[in-house]
């Protein structure tokens, strides 16, 4: 390209995207001696200005609004959702669900872990044969045997807190090689509440295991203490974020160059890659070369990237001789239901999610149906009561007493639903072009009869049973499917290069030096949230990055 | 073979034992070895973090270089596995190595001179037969010339070392005898509380009022009432000792932090009732600038009813930013919004606090740089550091560092901003740069100068006579 600039050096290791899956990477072969350099398409932010920024929002925008404490730079564009004309302004959303698809994540240093909850489930070892056991989606090409010890390290990179008694652990019967880390974070009020009234009706809410430290430091984190507000800023880090691993990665000589926007791939003759180009904040492109390459950019603007970067060899984009880059998009279809109870229920004491039933992910009906996750959500309501209460014109002692029954009797209960992996739920290119004049991202989604037949006999009818069970006087269900900010598929994991992305190792079928790991490899959605398994990959992916780059 | 050569071990082990002691006389001797050592905190510099207990290689940083901790197992060849008894008491109570060499005195040796030859014997007992041998090399420690010379350490000790033991005081109770004998002796309070003079003694006429210990402050704990705790109860003393802190006044942090963990919380009450007892004594020191108590200074505040929603949303760090936005931005999801701390005491209260509230700032810079943790059978007590250490978070900038401590000194402390950027700079760097080494260094240019005035004299003095 005329007038680029060519250099920053090069590295043995080149990462696009400094989240939990690049940071883990980096960290990887900056311990086994490679040298690494991190490209960040937006900028870095210290953690007080983003609290503050979150402390700063109107109370419309605190809850619900995550992507509010984190304005995008014009070259690195995020969904905002201040009002419904800003949604629409980044992610292009098509199809019967496009609602569903309309995902939350930050393009600052450190990801999208800046705003995730923590949440730390496994998959279970049906969860990764669907096909074979069930007859739909997709199997793994590995068994939970091998992601076993990967999760485990997982688990111990981010600090993830757990119960140590089995019964409390998920999956069911499967074992675990090593406990967590820490022992888990005490129920709230609500929860020890939920927990009973669900069991009556055979559903078990167990305590999740959370990238959260219990009661004591870890990694020089300090323990939580409970400011309710993990999405959208952890305010002290005691729930683990990418952005905390930056410090760390640059003492081990890792190099990270943030607003740094890549947006081609280049191959060489061979087909494998030999350089990134990038655009700096001034619209300066630039081209940095290295041995061994991983896009970790999510599971949208990786696929984005894939298909930015097609050439003369791969004229459907890279890595994407299976046609497959960017279908099978998946995330969690979701439904809320917001109730109100005679009895008061108190959520808000711990972290804004802390408990999930799992045993509904289960069963022989996931031939016919999806399974899914039941939660309460364990927010503080007080704001919501406070602008309830506010609406109905009280005031004085009897609007102090309306936002007092407000926050303690109502509650949001969620089910997320896993979704099969379908070719027709696609990104592509859009012809709308951002301020670097680079091609949105265009998504078609429709959650498909899987999860319509779930919703309509197994799940909403299990909410409403919940609901009753709480005592509800009032139950609220969403009109439509939401999304879950669990963005899944798009670079899909299998043996065949014919029908699939990555191998076992998210490494490209097409490319021999280009690995693709996170959530876009990920062959089943499942019901459960999606970061540890992205963690898991992303280790495994460094393993084998470890491995080539120590013997060439 | 290797359990051949452990079964030796373990004869030559319980013959050297058997000799000396019946076993139960050893065990005990062992176990109050084991206690005069945990009394002594030998662990804090002769265990590294992650290090094998007591295998030494603790890199120490003081104003004259970097000195490395020693290992003390019993491994003949990397310990003190070849020490007599009689090398180990020179070592302990003299400064003097097994080969002769000198000893810096990072090594408070000028305290453990106090010990008893009884008590020695028990530490012998304890380090010789109640630790694991390690079998592995410290880094050595190689300070600049001429401080590189150990015998200058014999000039040294010429001046400054008291080799008298401990001689209870007739006029004074048992109790206080035994506290004074632990205050002066095995927990080496002096060393890091009592000021020291420019050949790094320390000054006895100015005992415990309080000295710089790398960037933290071991402050005044003579019995004033306005500089130093004359104002706290013995009880307060007592419970201080064990958990590490006492609410609404102060907490450990930096090396007291570990004194506390390592040593004070396992003494017997009775011990620390002693401890407690004799510092309660020790005469007042007052420092004119101390106008009230570091304890009782501030009061909660906030502003953010007026600042909040403000302030709007940004993408850059780079803005600016005002004590107040920091204040809230960064302590007060633990301290509290008016900095009051949790309701439980878990989050110490930022006002009447003795980090806030001394004249002297060291502490809260250091707090700030480097965070707070010590464990006690309370639990853990941890605050993260801000200074941009490997796993420090969120690192502050010395300018955004600054104009946080003095909003915190200004709204909830002594009242007056007096930190400045190259304040916070220097806490950085552990340790203010000692005079020390180009005294040292100046006072042996003058001696050479003399030694060769006076030989040029001699020599003409000669040619003249002759």
Known sequence: MAGERSGDGGADLVVVGTGVVGCLIAEQALDAGLSVLMLEAGPRVERWRIVENYRNLPPSLRLFHWDAPYPPKPWAPHLETRHDKEAEEYLQLEGPNARAYLQGYVRYAGGATWHWAGICWRLTPEDMRLQSQFGVGRDWPFGYDVIEPYYVRAEYAMGVCGPSEPALQWPPNATRSKPYPMGPIPFGPGEHRFTEVAAKIGMRNLPAPQARNSGISYDGRPACCGNNNCFPVCPIAAKYDAATALPRIETKGGRILVNSVAYRIETDARNSIQAVHYFDSQKQSHRVTGRTFVIACNGIETPKLLLLSKDDRNARGLANSSDQVGRNMMDQPKLIADVEMREPLWTGVGPVQSSSILNTTQGTFRGRHAGAMFRMENFARSPLGAAAALKKGLVGKALDREIRRLAACTARLTVEHEILPHAENRLTLSAKRDWLGLNKPNIHYDVGDYVRRSAKEYTVPRLQRLAVALGATSFELSPEFLNSDHIMGGCIMGSDPATSVVDADCRSHDHDNLFLPGGGAMPSGTASNSTLTMAALALKAADAIVRDLQHT | ?466
Request: aromatic share 8%; charged share 20%.
């Open chain 2, 1 to 466: 073979m290797i359990r051949r050569l452990s079964f030796v071990a373990g004869i030559a082990i319980a013959g050297i034992a058997g000799a000396a002691e019946s076993s139960e006389e050893s065990r005990e001797l062992v176990k109050r070895g084991e206690y005069l050592a945990v009394a002594s905190d030998c662990t804090a510099c002769h265990s590294a973090p992650h290090g094998k207990p007591f295998a030494g290689g603790l890199a120490i940083t003081t104003p004259i270089g970097t000195i490395y901790s020693t290992n003390i197992t019993p491994s003949a060849g990397f310990g003190i596995g070849d020490y007599t008894e009689e090398e180990f008491s020179k070592a302990l109570r003299r400064g003097v190595r097994r080969d002769g060499a000198q000893l810096y005195s990072a090594m408070p040796y000028t305290s453990y001179a106090k010990l008893t030859d009884d008590d020695v014997h028990a530490l012998y007992a304890f380090l010789l037969h109640g630790v694991k041998p390690v079998d592995e090399r410290p880094p050595r420690t190689e300070l600049p010339f001429p401080l590189s010379m150990r015998a200058s350490m014999i000039a040294w000790n010429f001046l400054f070392l008291d080799t008298k033991v401990f001689t209870p005081d007739a006029q004074e109770s048992a109790q206080w005898n035994r506290g004074a004998y632990l205050t002066l002796g095995a927990a080496h309070c002096s060393t890091c509380h009592t000021p020291r003079g420019v050949l790094m003694q320390e000054q006895s006429s100015r005992a415990l009022s309080g000295a710089r210990v790398g960037p933290w402050f071991a402050p005044n704990i003579t019995s004033d009432l306005k500089s130093g705790i004359g104002s706290w109860t013995k009880e307060e003393l007592v419970a201080y000792l064990s958990t590490g802190r006492i609410l609404g006044k102060t907490q450990a942090a930096g090396s007291m932090g570990e004194a506390v963990e390592h040593s004070f919380q396992h003494l017997t009450s009775s011990d620390l009732d002693a401890v407690a007892t004799y510092v309660k004594s020790v005469p007042a020191i007052h420092d004119p600038v101390d106008d009230e108590s570091r304890f009782h200074a501030g009061a909660a505040f906030s502003e953010v009813a007026s600042t909040r929603g403000r302030g709007g949303t940004h993408s850059d760090s780079d803005a600016v930013p005002n004590g107040a936005e920091l204040f809230q931005g960064n302590c007060a999801s633990c301290h509290a919004v008016e900095g009051q701390g949790s309701k439980d005491g878990y989050y110490p209260s930022l006002f009447h606090n003795s980090a806030t509230g001394a004249k002297n700032a060291t502490n809260l810079v250091a707090a700030i740089l480097y965070g707070v943790e010590r464990s006690t059978s309370k639990g853990q007590a941890f605050m993260p550091g801000f200074g941009g250490h490997p796993t420090d978070a969120n690192p502050l900038s010395n300018r955004d560092i600054a104009a946080l401590a003095n909003y915190v000194l200004v709204n909830y402390g002594s009242g007056k901003a007096s930190i400045t950027e190259e304040q916070v700079a220097e806490g950085r760097q552990e340790w203010p740069s000692s005079p020390l080494l180009s005294i040292v260094r100046a006072a042996m240019a003058t001696l050479a100068l003399l030694v060769l005035v006076g030989v040029v004299l001699t020599v003409r003095r000669a040619f003249v006579g002759r």
